[in-house]
């Protein structure tokens, strides 16, 4: 059943709403003011694309338990075998157990004599969970197993609100010590999932590598990044040819990193296979709000947040060759990190403000991921 988009006309909602400030220079009225908003539900202008789609988290481990499973049914019901969900720590070091900011699966270890040891059970039921639940896996390849990692040690972190986030940063944000393992590791994945859940329905999910490389979550340098991404889309390719591959779900539009990251795609020479280019199906990135903590409340910051899609939709058309490539915004977090002296819980939501269909409209968005 289509959906369709009504064009403003007959009802009138009035609201009492606090200006919010497009410009990060301008002040913010603290005055309120009536707002109507008109909407005809009779005028058909077109079909309302489900953008809303994708969903994601820090931990990936909670999907394996009770309240983890319950979130994945209510996500799933929206829109059956049409969702998908994005966790970081898929290939990480680790016995499973999850924790604040971390999850592991402990996907590779190597013998004493540094031959590869491959464990499918943590992360097989990961997947088997959203997928029982009608949700697919937006597969992130990452972080590095400490067996691949040219520092592994310290490898686990132990951060808490109030330490320095730079202590995040660990082991597994390192580039491997071998190429050819790090993408040896990918290929066999992508293949035991072929083998687990069959070649049509793998073929259904988004792979991308890695998580914001262009800040801290990536300890070697850009072109060290471009030649991990470059063996892990290799591997991917290798085991499934007509995998959805993509990236690079950078920190923000990425500015010149994402430009450089793109060229290199579409003109460079691939690492992993010495041709030209790189595959990308898809284009990501994230966009995040700018909250601010004002006489006890939080204060969203939307204008950020839409100002950083605007200028990552600029960097993808500035290349034609992606004029028709979908483009997912990886991390859509309208009040990203409120400040620590708001002292409530929240849950980040993937915006369905008219202003981002709008920009969507403009470009070909396929989904805002919601980063819980």
């Known amino acids: 059943m289509k959906t369709s988009l009504a064009k403003p006309l007959l009802s009138i909602v009035a609201a009492t709403v606090g200006c919010f400030a497009f410009s990060t220079n301008a002040a913010v009225s603290q005055d309120s003011f009536n707002v ?8 058909t202008i077109g079909e309302l694309k489900p953008i809303w789609r994708f969903f994601g988290a820090d931990e990936p481990n909670y999907a394996t338990m009770k309240d983890g499973q319950t979130l994945l049914e209510d996500l799933g019901e929206l829109r059956p075998q049409q969702v998908y969900f994005r966790a970081h720590n898929l290939l990480t070091t680790g016995d499973g157990t999850p924790a604040l900011k971390w999850g592991s699966t402990d996907i590779y270890r190597e013998n004493e004599n540094g031959d590869p040891i491959y464990n499918w059970r943590i992360v097989d039921g990961i997947f088997d969970s959203y997928l029982k639940r ?3 896996p937006y597969a992130q390849i990452g972080f590095m197993p400490q067996a ?9 972190h132990h951060w808490r609100p109030g330490m320095p986030y730079q202590q995040v940063y660990t082991g597994w944000s390192y580039p491997p010590k071998d190429y050819d393992k790090w993408g040896e590791l990918v290929y066999q994945w992508v293949n035991h999932c072929v083998e687990r859940y069959g070649r049509e329905e793998v073929e259904t999910w988004y792979w991308q590598t890695w998580n914001e490389a262009n800040i801290g979550y990536f300890r070697g340098t850009d072109e060290e990044f471009r030649k991990l991404h470059d063996y892990a889309i290799a591997g991917v390719r290798r085991a499934l040819p007509n995998a959805r591959v993509g990236g690079p779900d950078s920190a923000g539009d990425g500015g010149n990193w994402t430009r450089k990251f793109l060229d290199h795609c579409l003109h460079g ?3 992993a296979t010495g041709e030209k280019g790189t595959p990308i199906d898809f284009v990501s990135f994230h966009a995040k709000g700018a909250p601010r903590f004002i006489d006890g409340h939080i204060q969203m910051g939307i204008a950020n947040q839409l100002r950083t ?3 990552g939709f600029r960097i993808v058309a500035s290349f034609p060759e992606l004029k028709s490539t979908p483009i997912v915004i990886g991390e859509s977090d309208p009040e990203a990190a409120p400040p620590a002296k708001a002292q409530c819980f929240h849950t980040e939501m993937a915006p369905s403000t008219r202003a981002t269909r709008r920009r969507a409209s403009r470009a070909n968005m396929t989904s805002p991921i919601a980063m819980a």
Do not use: C, F, K, Q
Not at 148 to 155: A, C, G, K, N
């Open 36 to 43: 109507n908003v008109e909407v005809d539900a009779a005028e």
């Open 309 to 311: 899609i605007d200028d």
């Open 269 to 271: 020479t691939n690492y």
């Open 148 to 156: 691949l990692s040219t520092h592994p040690e310290p490898y686990r």
């Open 134 to 136: 009608g949700v697919r």
